[in-house]
């Protein structure tokens, strides 16, 4: 069984920093795209940042600039550095990794979320 545990979110004023880490635990034979998604209330989840095994990024418009994914394939775990933080990035942030577990084929796993909250 894959579990993605995620860390890393809290409080910080705005233009402040924080750094989200996700780790994928369990029996993982192929470790595929890894990504930060985000979601507000009563909005659909949305892409912020991911990485392809090839190392291959893409952001979104907003967090261009500011934001950057990393990963440590040999610890099977996703970053996000969170730079010049607004308090428009205030939402929940979900770890997704695509990965080959026990069984032959790829699979989408997800991870609990983690607050995060810029504010004065």
């Known amino acids: 069984q894959v579990q993605l545990v995620e860390s890393g979110g809290g409080l910080v004023t705005p233009g402040g920093s924080l750094r989200l880490s996700c780790a994928a635990s369990?029996?993982?034979?192929?470790?595929?795209?890894m990504a930060w998604y985000r979601q507000a209330p009563g909005k659909q989840r949305e892409l912020v940042a991911s990485?392809?095994?090839?190392?291959?990024?893409t952001y979104a418009d907003a967090v261009k600039g500011r934001f950057t994914i990393s990963r440590d394939n040999a610890k099977t775990t996703v970053y996000l550095q969170m730079n010049s933080l607004l308090p428009a990035d205030t939402v929940v942030y979900y770890c997704?990794?695509?990965?080959?577990?026990?069984?032959?084929?790829?699979?989408?796993?997800w991870g609990q979320g983690t607050q995060v909250t810029v504010s004065s």
């Open positions: 990485m392809t095994s090839a190392a291959t990024t």
């Open positions: 369990g029996t993982i034979t192929g470790l595929g795209s």
């Open positions: 997704y990794a695509h990965i080959r577990g026990g069984a032959p084929t790829y699979n989408d796993y």
